[in-house]
């Protein structure tokens, strides 16, 4: 059970992570 939520925890990690970047490169494209 302390898996699943390593594993939950470690996609919510990532998929935070991207909406980063993207907003990072949204930025630079911008200016």
Same mark, same amino acid.
């Given at each position: 059970?302390? %898996?699943?939520?390593?594993?939950? !925890? %470690? &996609? %919510?990690? &990532?998929?935070?992570?991207?909406? &980063?970047?993207? !907003?990072?490169?949204?930025? %630079?494209? &911008?200016?």
């Amino acid at each position: 059970m302390d %898996l699943d939520v390593e594993v939950s !925890r %470690l &996609k %919510l990690m &990532k998929a935070d992570h991207q909406s &980063k970047q993207y !907003r990072l490169e949204d930025q %630079l494209l &911008k200016y």
